[in-house]
């Protein structure tokens, strides 16, 4: 059996804020990962519940966009979790954010001529 000093050493988190920010309130970094039964064999359905971001998978595979915490959380449920990729959380690049009067009148184009009851 292995020895506590046999581990490899964890490197040392920098400071209190890097740590909270990786795993608390504003996660600086997630990660792609995929969900598996784990050894209780779980049921795959009771993601849904945990309000996670799901992401589409080609191989039909529950795949989500999760925290440290969310990991941990999904780890204390039962499941398996198997992570993929790191992803970084940075803010969403300006030119893919739609300005509400264009998401308007986009939603206009598309209802126009639709019967509205009891509203305008």
């Not at 959380?73 to 300006?94: D, F, I, K, M, T």
Request: with cysteine; glycine share 6%; hydrophobic share 35%.
């Amino acid at each position: 059996m292995n020895e506590p000093s046999e581990r490899p050493q964890q490197p040392p988190i920098r400071d209190a804020r890097d740590a909270r920010d990786s795993v608390g309130e504003n996660p600086t970094l997630r990660f792609d990962a995929t969900v598996h039964p784990g050894v209780t064999n779980r049921e795959l359905l009771g993601v849904a519940d945990l309000d996670l971001d799901r992401i589409p998978d080609p191989e039909g595979e529950v795949r989500v966009v999760v925290t440290a915490e969310e990991c941990r959380r999904l780890l204390e449920s039962g499941y398996e979790v198997r992570l993929h990729a790191q992803v970084p959380v940075r803010p969403l690049p300006a030119e893919l954010v739609e300005q509400d009067d264009s998401v308007r009148a986009w939603l206009e184009e598309r209802v126009q001529g639709i019967e509205r009851s009891g509203g305008v």
